[in-house]
Structure formats: structure tokens, C-alpha cells
């Protein structure tokens, strides 16, 4: 597509439930990041796929939080038994090839966790 | 471990005054260099991006930033603030090669008095 799209653009869970958040990065760009995005805390990197290459996790915050990236293209970000301070706007990004050439970031998915 | 340091949290400026913000990396080589601005509700929009060369770098919307190599900064000016300026701005470091992930700092929001 024309850009990153990510969706839903806002999720409202309660405590303990499972969410999954799903970004569709531009064509043809072949990495994909996933970032968080607290009030106060910047952007925290929590991982990165690039190809077929087996994905960079090490930002991932605990075993709850997955991803996966299917046919190279869409990628889902999966948060297991959601605590109340995953609450943040959780934003995907591509690039062609390489970080080198800047993201170009999707609109992000607001979760509050109740 | 490479990071990114933004002094300023917030920044208010008059309309029609000049702006600087200030950012400040931590890594042993010349990185990659990014700014990119958020407004209110909106994604990440990259406004400028160093690479190699000349170390005063022009981007959009009348934003530019100068690398200076001895002082391990890359600040951003524009000579005349708008209101619609007001935003986020966040700075970003990439390590070249196949590093995966850019670094971002924790942003500087500016806020416009008319």
C-alpha cells in the first residue's frame, strides 16, 4: 500500500485478556519494526524483522509480548494476559532494506488496558 | 551502549522566533542521524536525515540540522517558527551496516505562543 497501516487504531482490553495488533507495511519494504510508545518515555524498540532473517527480539519487555511476520509482508504483535502498564500506542514502522534509510511509521494502535 | 540524549524536554517559543533543539549521541563512528516530528494524534513524519557529506542537512517544512562531528550533536533550527510547528520532535540515531534498529531519544515537545 501507500503507507504503513496499523490496526485497530485504538483497542480497550481488560487486565488478563490476550490482544493482538496488526501492521501491513509499505510494499516492497522489506523490514518491519515494532516500537512503544509510553507518555514521557519516547519510542522503545521492541523488535525487528528483516527478510527471512530470524527477527531481532531483544527489546521485546517479557515473554507475554510475541510477534510474527507472515509472507515477509504483514506482521502481528501479540500481547498475552495484558497488565495495566502495556498501556501505550504501540507503533510499527518498514524501511527498504535497512534502518539506514529512515522508517516510514504507521499511525499506531492506542491499547489502554482496564 | 549507543544512545540518544534530548536535553529539553519542552521548549516554548514566540511565533516568528527562531528555534533550535538540541540532541546529543553517544557512539564511536559517525551514525546515521534522523529527526523526525509528531503532532498532536499523528504518526512519526521524518523530517531530515544525515548520512555522509555535508554536515548541514536540509528537510522539510523549512527544517534544517547540522552534524558536528566534535561535539557528538546533530541539532535541529528553523529560522521562523509556525504555529503549526507545534509537535513533538524526536531525534534518532542508526548504526550503519545491517544494525537493525534506529535509537531514539525521549523528544522534545514544542509548544508556540502567538
Known amino acids: 500500500g501507500a503507507g504503513v497501516s496499523q490496526s485497530p487504531s485504538n483497542k480497550v482490553t481488560e487486565k488478563g485478556k490476550d490482544v493482538e495488533l496488526r501492521c501491513d507495511p509499505i510494499?516492497?519494504?522489506?523490514?518491519l519494526y515494532w516500537y512503544r510508545q509510553s507518555l514521557g518515555q519516547g519510542l522503545e524498540f521492541l523488535i525487528y524483522?528483516?527478510?527471512?532473517?530470524?527477527?531481532?527480539k531483544s527489546g521485546l519487555p517479557s515473554d507475554r509480548f510475541s510477534a510474527e511476520r507472515t509472507g515477509g509482508s504483514v506482521s502481528t504483535l501479540t500481547i498475552q494476559r495484558t497488565q495495566q502498564e502495556d498501556s501505550a500506542v504501540y507503533l510499527c514502522?518498514?524501511?527498504?532494506?535497512?534502518?539506514?534509510?529512515?522508517?516510514?511509521f504507521g499511525s499506531g494502535t492506542r491499547l489502554t488496558v482496564v | 551502549a549507543q544512545s540518544v540524549t534530548q536535553p529539553d524536554i519542552h521548549i516554548t517559543v514566540s511565533e516568528g522566533a527562531s528555534l533550535e533543539l538540541r540532541c546529543n549521541y553517544s557512539?564511536?563512528?559517525?551514525?546515521?542521524l534522523f529527526w523526525y516530528v509528531q503532532s498532536p494524534g499523528q504518526g512519526l513524519q521524518l523530517l531530515l536525515k544525515?548520512?555522509?557529506?555535508?554536515?548541514l542537512v536540509q528537510g522539510i517544512k523549512g527544517f534544517e540540522a547540522e552534524f558536528k562531528r566534535s561535539q557528538s550533536s546533530f541539532n535541529l533550527r528553523k529560522p521562523s517558527v509556525h504555529w503549526s510547528d507545534a509537535a513533538e520532535y524526536f531525534c534518532?540515531?542508526?548504526?550503519?551496516?545491517?544494525?537493525?534498529?534506529?535509537?531514539f531519544g525521549k523528544g522534545t515537545k514544542l509548544s508556540v505562543k502567538p
Open positions: 557512539y564511536g563512528a559517525t551514525p546515521y
Open positions: 514502522a518498514s524501511s527498504l532494506q535497512t534502518s539506514n534509510y529512515g522508517y516510514t
Open positions: 544525515y548520512f555522509s557529506g555535508d554536515t
Open positions: 524483522f528483516q527478510g527471512n532473517s530470524a527477527p531481532d
Open positions: 534518532a540515531v542508526g548504526l550503519g551496516g545491517s544494525q537493525g534498529n534506529l535509537i
Open positions: 510494499s516492497g519494504h522489506t523490514a
